[in-house]
């Protein structure tokens, strides 16, 4: 029922200005931000529908509702509109923040707000000279005799920084702050509204938040981009969320979140590509498929799904969005886990798995999924460079996913400098003991397919365990040599984590064709399942046989490559 509600208000809210937003993108005339006036309608369809606490206690007025469905419900939102829906997630990570490391008086004078869809919230960590090097910020924090803060510095690339939404907007703003006991410098997160908001829930004095400009992107047009100003007078008053200096600890909890995010909204956008195309090759007729011998024999043009190029297109599409839907999906499942499993331990291992795939889960959709874009615009051919098709505004939005929340190189790094090694890599040994269950059921079932994917993967998560295994040694001992080819590492895990995803959809296909009373159309859609996972196997896993290569013998030419060689 929820996925059902979530789809609905997705095609009648959400979809309907998907293509306005982006050709009428969000303006500023000095002292508003404009956006096309469906934006605002489907922001409060969203709230009615009650998905801003929906994984919220009865208690707070939420469903309760497992992470996982709630994921799954969001993948229709992202693939509708993901600039309109990327307000609502902001809000959503926000609000889960507070929830973490507020305290009661600030739970009492923000949650609610936000998670009624009444505020917004954003997360405003990067700055005009600090992307990645967070450590590095100029954006500082002043302790007023209140118990408050003045933030004083310039954020840039905020998105939902401002709208014309909703009334208030709750900045989480990380900013240097020092510590009155020891003296230590370090970085802290704040609570900075946009608005002052009154102990009885009313708005206050205007906060000293100004917006310097909107940025006009590529893509995802109708999700505002900002360049904010804090303190350009007195100071912006924050309050401190969480523990003193403990800021960027405290924000990995809403970029995680972000970072899963973000391999589902290149998801969406990759999984619309395909089906567009698919729909386009199927009614699209150009060409025959065998040269006639005379002219006279040439017949009727077939459509173009006909011509096993364009069947190849495709079906990497469709092998890849369906790999990168299975792989948040799995994430969604860890995240829950971590939660609310049974024991202390399964929520700890759950939380320990899920710490450890999640620079994977962010990045191998996001860059696979552009491709498929790619591929999508090259089906349509000509038809897919113009703008009276969507397949490239997919194209142009997905293309933002692999930059932010950190980019391929920041995650690759991540994965193989800290998350690999974490426990002297115990907690990736235990993923591979869980990929090899798969592979134990794999190598029983009676299905050809399914036996042929389990042994090409048993293959891959030989050479996956056999690279990490000589690397984690190589990285204490000249860590800048050995993380030089971090993202040939990243591409080679995700590969195989891809392959595992689809050995889990084969094993799930090959059992529902075993029923015998399975309607025609699914036992396509099936059939269709196994192929794809036979084609990943096949076309696309075998690659990492080249990445294993690269990282054994560590060749060295990008790192060993002077500046001024170029």
Known sequence: ??????????????????????????????????TVAETKLAWSAFADAGFFAATCDFADGGMQLPYIVMRAANAYFYAANPGTAGYCLLCIAAADLLETFGTAEQKNTYLAHMRSGRFTGTMALTEPAQGSSLQDIATRAKPSA??????????????????????????????KTV??????????????PKVQVNADGTLGARNDVALAGLLHKMGFRNATSTVLNFGEKDGAVGYLLGDLNKGLVHMFQMMNDARIAVGLFATALGYQGYNYSLLYARQRKQGRTVRPVKQQDRGAQVEIIEHADVRRMLLTQKAYAEASLAMTFYASVLFEDSRSANSVTDRETAGALLDLVTPVIKSWPSKYCLAANDLAIQVLGGAGYTRDHLVEQYYRDNRLNPIHEGTE??????????????????????????????????????HATVAEVTAELRHGV???????????????RDRTAALANAAVYLDLFGRVFAAWMWLKQA???????????????EADFYQG?????????????????????????????????????F
């Open 179 to 192: 510590c009155p006991a020891t003296g230590k410098e370090g970085i802290s997160l704040f609570i900075c």
């Open 409 to 446: 190189g920041i995650q690759a790094i991540d994965l193989l400098g800290r998350k690999v090694g974490s426990d002297d890599g115990a907690v990736f040994r235990r993923l591979i003991v869980v990929i090899e269950a798969n592979l134990e059921l794999g190598a029983q079932d009676e």
């Open 507 to 521: 094993l799930a296909a090959a059992e529902c064709l075993r029923t015998a009373s399975i309607a025609p159309a």
């Open 529 to 565: 399942k196994l192929q794809a996972a036979r084609f990943f196997a096949r076309w696309e896993l075998p690659k990492y046989q080249h990445e294993a290569q690269i990282l054994l013998q560590g060749y060295d030419e990008p790192l060993k490559m002077p500046a001024e060689w």
């Open 1 to 34: 029922m929820t996925l059902q509600t979530a789809r609905s208000v997705a095609e009648k809210y959400f979809l309907n200005h998907y293509a306005k937003g982006d050709a009428q993108e969000p303006v500023f005339d000095g002292e508003t931000v404009t």
């Open 146 to 175: 209140d118990g408050t803060y003045r933030l004083f510095g310039q954020k840039m690339y905020i998105s939902g920084g401002d709208h014309d939404l909703t009334e208030n907007i709750i900045h989480m703003v990380l900013a």
């Open 462 to 476: 030989t050479a996956l365990s056999r690279v990490t295994e000589t690397l984690l040694p190589e990285i204490r």
